[in-house]
């Protein structure tokens, strides 16, 4: 099993920037790479960000290319979402997701099978 929890949500103007932290613990050896996803009130959870664990290959949705940057601290057991120029747009709850299966893309939900609790952002205009 693995574990996830994020912190580092919260309040910010747009243009602003907040830094979402994932830590992961357990089996976390099995892990072939970790995302991010957001889910807004009323839609589907979609991705947003993801890094392969070893190579640290990074895959983006296109709407946040340039402004969020993925990364992760091996010996932590930690994985980053850098977020800024942030617009009222980007606002939801954030879930941290790890895959402990391969994928050749890393945005493909059905692979992630351990999940944090999520961490609201809140984007004003």
């Known amino acids: 099993q693995v574990q996830l929890v994020e912190t580092g949500g919260g309040l910010v103007q747009a243009g602003g920037s907040l830094r979402l932290s994932c830590a992961a613990s357990?089996?976390?050896?099995?892990?072939?790479?970790m995302g991010w996803f957001r889910q807004a009130p009323g839609k589907e959870r979609d991705f947003v960000a993801a890094i392969r664990w070893n190579s640290g290959i990074t895959e983006y949705v296109d709407s946040v290319k340039g402004r969020f940057t993925i990364s992760k601290d091996n010996a932590k057991n930690t994985v980053y979402l850098q977020m800024n120029g942030l617009k009222p747009e980007d606002t939801a709850v954030y879930y941290c997701a790890a895959a402990r299966k391969w994928s050749a893309r890393l945005s493909e939900i059905d692979v992630y099978d351990a999940w944090g609790q999520g961490t609201q952002v809140t984007v004003s205009s």
């Open positions: 357990g089996r976390t050896f099995t892990i072939y790479h």
